[in-house]
């Protein structure tokens, strides 16, 4: 049963031993002081195990997980477990937070009765910061409600992502996120933003994202293969669990995967050489790929000898 008030923060950890103790400590450090952090310790073969029990003896708000490694959605996934909050919020784990941050999105929620807030986000890379405000300066710090939510997971990044927010209970809870997915993002922020009614994002700054080059969410090979099967997943839940039903949305979808699709094509990675497609995927993908990027798909399909079976 949920706790009046409380903010459940579920942070995945996973070889992240340098920076574990600059992001807890923001969290412990909120001035909103009704929290309950859950240290989800993903099979790490570091230190962060110890790090995370050490935590627990020191804050009595604090609770670790221990698990074998299941990356990064299951380890959100087996966090929501234990979520007792009436909020919920995910933090990863090289990242931290400004003091502030849960009082001012809480304090949103409230006062505008809310399903989610979300803040405005510096991308660090350890020496240069660069802000990440909303893409439509016209729609920060504005109520935003109905069908404009879904809107903005086609247009706005701060909406693309899970951790710069937080949400109502109601509106996380029952989703999974895509296990061993390197993209379970735009799977989970689509499912989250369709259940919402009533959103802001501020333009106040409150989340520190760490652009670390060896972590499999904020660096490395972009996995396109992934962001495909995330899409073509948030679709049919969507129409499944969620009874959607506007044609709208899904052509905005299909149009989405064919993109997705496109760029995986595109990519120069023998590690996921497509081989052959079958001709249904090709017809659908032509279908829904505008003009210029039909003509390159089906260019790159012959310049690659991609068989269409």
Same mark, same amino acid.
């Given at each position: 049963?949920?706790?009046?008030?409380?903010?459940?923060?579920?942070?995945? &950890?996973?070889?992240?031993?340098? !920076?574990? +103790?600059?992001? /807890?400590?923001? =969290?412990?450090?909120?001035?909103?002081?009704?929290? *309950?952090?859950?240290?989800?310790?993903?099979?790490?073969?570091?230190?962060?195990?110890?790090?995370?029990?050490?935590?627990?003896?020191?804050?009595?708000?604090?609770?670790?997980?221990?698990?074998?490694?299941?990356?990064?959605?299951?380890?959100?996934?087996?966090?929501?477990?234990?979520?007792?909050?009436?909020?919920?919020?995910?933090?990863?784990?090289?990242?931290?937070?400004?003091?502030?941050?849960?009082?001012?999105?809480?304090?949103?929620?409230?006062?505008?009765?809310?399903?989610?807030?979300?803040?405005?986000?510096?991308?660090?890379?350890?020496?240069?910061?660069?802000?990440?405000?909303?893409?439509?300066?016209?729609?920060?710090?504005?109520?935003?409600?109905?069908?404009?939510?879904?809107?903005?997971?086609?247009?706005?990044?701060?909406?693309? &992502?899970?951790?710069?927010?937080? !949400?109502? +209970?109601?509106? /996380?809870?029952? =989703?999974?996120?895509?296990?061993?997915?390197?993209? *379970?993002?735009?799977?989970?922020?689509?499912?989250?933003?369709?259940?919402?009614?009533?959103?802001?994002?501020?333009?106040?700054?409150?989340?520190?994202?760490?652009?670390?080059?060896?972590?499999?969410?904020?660096?490395?090979?972009?996995?396109?293969?992934?962001?495909?099967?995330?899409?073509?997943?948030?679709?049919?839940?969507?129409?499944?669990?969620?009874?959607?039903?506007?044609?709208?949305?899904?052509?905005?979808?299909?149009?989405?995967?064919?993109?997705?699709?496109?760029?995986?094509?595109?990519?120069?990675?023998?590690?996921?050489?497509?081989?052959?497609?079958?001709?249904?995927?090709?017809?659908?993908?032509?279908?829904?790929?505008?003009?210029?990027?039909?003509?390159?798909?089906?260019?790159?399909?012959?310049?690659?000898?991609?068989?269409?079976?």
């Amino acid at each position: 049963m949920e706790e009046k008030g409380l903010l459940s923060v579920i942070v995945p &950890v996973y070889k992240v031993e340098p !920076y574990l +103790r600059r992001c /807890v400590d923001s =969290i412990r450090n909120q001035t909103y002081k009704k929290l *309950q952090i859950i240290l989800v310790d993903d099979g790490s073969p570091d230190n962060c195990g110890a790090i995370c029990d050490e935590y627990t003896k020191i804050d009595g708000r604090i609770i670790a997980v221990h698990q074998k490694n299941e990356g990064l959605s299951g380890a959100r996934n087996n966090g929501l477990l234990f979520a007792k909050g009436e909020y919920i919020a995910f933090v990863d784990s090289d990242d931290w937070l400004h003091p502030s941050m849960y009082e001012t999105l809480v304090h949103l929620i409230e006062v505008h009765q809310l399903d989610m807030a979300r803040c405005s986000v510096i991308g660090s890379d350890g020496q240069a910061e660069d802000s990440i405000l909303p893409r439509d300066k016209h729609i920060a710090n504005q109520l935003i409600t109905d069908a404009h939510v879904f809107e903005l997971y086609f247009t706005e990044f701060l909406c693309k &992502v899970v951790w710069n927010a937080v !949400y109502r +209970r109601h509106i /996380v809870m029952g =989703i999974i996120s895509p296990e061993r997915c390197h993209s *379970q993002d735009n799977y989970v922020s689509g499912r989250y933003l369709y259940r919402s009614k009533r959103i802001v994002i501020t333009d106040e700054c409150l989340y520190y994202y760490y652009k670390n080059p060896t972590s499999t969410t904020h660096g490395g090979h972009k996995r396109f293969l992934d962001i495909c099967i995330c899409t073509e997943k948030l679709r049919d839940d969507l129409i499944r669990e969620e009874h959607m039903t506007n044609r709208f949305y899904v052509e905005r979808l299909n149009k989405k995967l064919a993109r997705e699709f496109f760029h995986f094509v595109r990519v120069n990675d023998d590690r996921y050489r497509l081989r052959s497609i079958m001709r249904s995927q090709k017809k659908f993908i032509d279908k829904y790929l505008d003009f210029f990027r039909r003509i390159r798909f089906n260019y790159l399909l012959r310049k690659k000898k991609i068989q269409i079976i």
